[in-house]
């Protein structure tokens, strides 16, 4: 018989609106490039902080620059630096208030029971 693989998701750095909506590589992704949004992060790093492989951020950025929410900014070496892309789509701004207005709601509601 075959070895089987199993793919193991460590725990991200960051469980963060995306993530827990849908626990995704790209909504991991994506709670770690909103948090960090301003500054790049090496493909190791976003990894490392969504707790992914760097070979899942590799397949699944693409899925995120197709939707302008990631952009290369520049090349350190050999890594690629990457960024949350508010200023090209015009829906950033609802990703950054999803991102942090949704945990303030939560905790509203579990203050008030």
């Known amino acids: 018989m075959g070895e089987q693989k ?9 469980k963060g609106t995306f993530s827990r909506l849908c626990d ?16 790049d992060l090496s493909l190791k790093e976003l990894a490392q902080n969504a707790g992914i492989s760097q070979k899942t951020v590799w397949q699944k950025l693409p899925n995120l620059e197709r939707f302008n929410l990631v952009k290369y900014t520049r090349k350190i070496g050999n890594a ?33 029971r």
């Open 24 to 39: 995704a590589p790209e909504s991991r992704m994506l709670d770690v490039l909103i948090l960090h949004r301003g500054y």
């Open 80 to 112: 690629k630096m990457v960024t949350f892309n508010q200023e090209a789509n015009p829906t950033a701004e609802y990703f950054i208030k999803i991102a942090f207005e949704t945990p303030l709601e939560e905790m509203k509601k579990e203050t008030n």
């Open 6 to 14: 199993v793919r193991i998701m460590r725990e991200p750095l960051i």
